[in-house]
């Protein structure tokens, strides 16, 4: 049995798994971004219909439907 090099195995080790955290990290960014899409134009249609809604109140006038 050939001995071990303990140490260039914890390099290896704490290498890959350096690589793991990079790859996660660049799915959760990803997955992060797409979430803030979907929530920002779903933001943006609401505010859209509520400006629309509250035009509409706002720009009624009594006296010109009499």
């Given at each position: 049995?050939?001995?071990?090099d303990?140490?260039?195995?914890?390099q290896?080790?704490?290498?890959l798994?350096?690589?793991e955290m990079?790859?996660?990290?660049?799915?959760?960014?990803?997955?992060?971004?797409?979430?803030?899409?979907?929530?920002?134009?779903a933001?943006?249609?609401?505010?859209?219909?509520?400006?629309?809604?509250?035009?509409?109140?706002?720009?009624?006038?009594?006296?010109?439907h009499?």
């Open positions: 049995m050939e001995p071990m303990i140490m260039a195995l914890e290896r080790a704490r290498a798994r350096a690589a990079r790859r996660l990290e660049k799915i959760t960014a990803r997955r992060l971004r797409a979430y803030a899409v979907r929530v920002g134009s933001v943006v249609a609401l505010a859209k219909a509520a400006t629309q809604s509250l035009r509409h109140l706002f720009s009624w006038h009594p006296q010109r009499a």
